[in-house]
């Protein structure tokens, strides 16, 4: 059986999710095999010192160079695409699209700094997928807030007239609404608003399970730009 390949594209100054990365998915499947892409090569002479049998560093960027010109199962791209205009995200897509297995998966996402605000847009060979917003609901006041985490295709869509405006729309409303359960637990009243929210009509995806950890998925029609 072929292992499975993942990369973590732009890794940045230093190779820490990369790493974090293979351990945590090492602990699910340990013949999985981690490949960290950077643009820099002093950044990826500095993470090669880290390499290990599971974690691998090489230079590159958006056309993914992987060994014998194999396909990735999964390329995570965090915090990369937001330094490029929205106009250019179209053909960035199709080529990492180009660099996935024939069931893998690309997510492009944008998180804060220590990653308690996120979004991400999963995509597969035929295009986006979905849109996920994770949040630590712990304080939280209001989910819009992932508003200015949004990926860069969204970023500049969250106003009147778009389908990414009503959905922050109505996802603080029930979040309100649903403030009686706080005494709960803020998980207990996220559930119940992102309930609310299927209830209402918008593709939800996943279960309580998903929903507790402070997510909410939804296929990317829903909320794609609408001009």
């Known amino acids: 059986m072929v292992s499975p390949v993942v990369v973590d594209l732009g890794y940045g100054a230093a190779p820490h999710t990369t790493l974090e990365l293979a351990e945590r998915l090492s602990s699910v499947n340990p013949s999985v095999r981690v490949i960290g892409i950077e643009i820099d ?3 990826v002479e500095a993470a090669q010192q880290r390499a290990n049998a599971r974690v691998s560093f090489v230079r590159g960027g958006f056309e993914v160079p992987l060994p014998h010109d194999r396909p990735a199962d999964v390329i995570r791209a965090f915090n990369v695409l937001r330094q490029y205009d929205e106009s250019e995200v179209g053909d960035i897509w199709n080529r990492l699209r180009s660099r996935i297995s024939s069931h893998g998966i690309i997510l492009d996402g944008t998180c804060d700094e220590i990653g308690r605000v996120a979004t991400w847009v999963a995509l597969g060979k035929d295009g986006p997928e979905s849109l996920t917003v994770a949040l630590r609901l712990a304080e939280l006041t209001a989910p819009s807030i992932a508003a200015e985490r949004l990926v860069k295709m969204l970023i500049h869509r969250n106003v009147p007239g778009e389908s990414i405006h ?12 649903s403030s009686p359960l706080q005494v709960y637990s803020p998980s207990q009243r996220w559930i119940a608003a ?3 929210m299927k209830v209402e009509g918008w593709p939800v995806r996943g279960s309580a399970r998903e929903w507790r950890l402070g997510e909410i998925t939804v296929d990317w029609d829903a909320v794609a730009p609408q001009r």
Do not use: I
């Open 41 to 43: 090569p002093e950044r």
């Open 194 to 196: 992102v309930r609310a």
């Open 166 to 177: 009503r959905f922050f729309g109505d996802l603080d409303r029930l979040w309100a609404v």
